[in-house]
């Protein structure tokens, strides 16, 4: 296939996809940090475990809610699927003021996952963001040069690693692929109900390093931060127990090690950022130049009477 060709396929995905790719990058980016949120969350005052539960029962008397979120910092518990505001752990009472960064990792999260409520608008977006890459490949090593198309060229190059690992996690994630190199604990019985599954986090477990508790996948799991990194554990009447790692989830999200993963993300949202940016720029440049007047064109002279 010739280079022309290449470019020209390069150059119509760009344009197709350059909407939803926007979408997808700039919610990562926003996503970027939240590994970083988290883990900061986890660095307040112990929680206790019974005081969690009775406010569990006392907003959720029904057992509705599918789970539960906390931010030891600021000393509140979100309950999941119930639509009662974040509560205040020291108070009991529902907080004065919701978190807007917290509100923000939600939209970006939800749009990010299922962007105008399609999923497959964002898995065909990253597959067409990996095609880019390919072309993009196949068309050569780069003259780096101080231009436009020097500087789309080598960020693409010298940043590759970083930008094609992440869609290809992301599909990873998208077509179930975990590479867990050990099979997931199997069930034990009827499920776990929340305040009891927060019992048996709590006797394991410091609360302040607990993300969330709930129903995720059909089974009852925690997901808890150790030395940086965010486990998965499954909870049933057996007890807690780790789950294999799902490493293109913890490599996506950048939840292997927040300190470093969490960066890394952000220099990969920019990289990808700055690709679609510098491609449309370029050819938006190509497109103005076409439509100018040729240069040996003259102006008609007009005679004197």
């Known amino acids: ?53 009775e406010l569990v029962k006392r907003y959720d008397p029904e057992s509705k809610a599918r789970g539960l979120s906390i931010n030891a910092e600021n000393q509140r518990m ?27 990792l939600l939209w970006a999260r939800i749009n990010h996952e299922r962007l105008l409520g399609q999923g497959w608008l964002v898995t065909s977006s990253t597959v067409a963001m ?18 436009l198309s020097g500087w789309h060229k080598g960020t693409a190059w010298f940043a590759l690693p970083l930008i094609l690992l992440s869609p290809l996690t992301g599909l990873c994630m998208a077509f179930g692929l975990t590479f867990q190199n050990a099979a997931a604990p199997a069930g034990g019985g009827r499920p776990v109900a ?21 129903t995720r996948g059909g089974r009852v799991m925690a997901r808890i931060y150790e030395d940086g990194e965010l486990r998965a554990y499954t909870i049933n ?21 927040a300190l470093i993963a969490s960066p890394l993300n952000v220099i990969t949202s920019v990289a990808l950022l700055t690709l679609l940016s510098t491609g449309l720029l370029i050819w938006a440049r190509r497109k103005l130049r076409k439509r100018r007047p040729r240069s040996n064109e003259h102006p008609a002279v007009v005679g004197a009477a």
């Not at 296939?1 to 790719?21: E, G, Q």
């Not at 309950?79 to 108070?91: F, N, R």
């Not at 990996?130 to 231009?147: D, E, K, S, Y």
């Not at 009447?237 to 090690?257: A, M």
Request: proline share 8%; net charge neutral.
């Open 1 to 53: 296939m010739s280079k022309p060709l290449l470019l020209r396929l390069h150059r119509w995905i760009t344009l197709v996809f350059a909407l939803p790719l926007l979408a997808i990058i700039a919610t990562g980016l926003i996503l970027s940090f939240e590994p970083l949120v988290q883990v900061s969350g986890t660095s307040g005052p112990a929680i206790d475990a019974a005081r969690v539960v």
């Open 78 to 104: 979100t309950l999941q699927g119930t639509g009662t505001p974040a509560i205040d752990l020291a108070t009991g009472e529902p907080a004065a003021t919701g978190s807007s960064l917290s509100g923000l």
């Open 130 to 147: 990996v095609a880019l890459m390919v072309l993009g490949l196949f068309m050569g090593l780069p003259r780096l040069r101080n231009t």
């Open 194 to 214: 929340l305040p009891d599954a927060v019992r048996m986090v709590a006797d394991q477990h410091d609360l302040t390093h607990v993300i969330s508790v709930g």
């Open 237 to 257: 009447s057996s007890g807690v127990t780790p789950l294999p790692r799902n490493w293109p989830r913890l490599i996506h999200e950048g939840n292997w090690s």
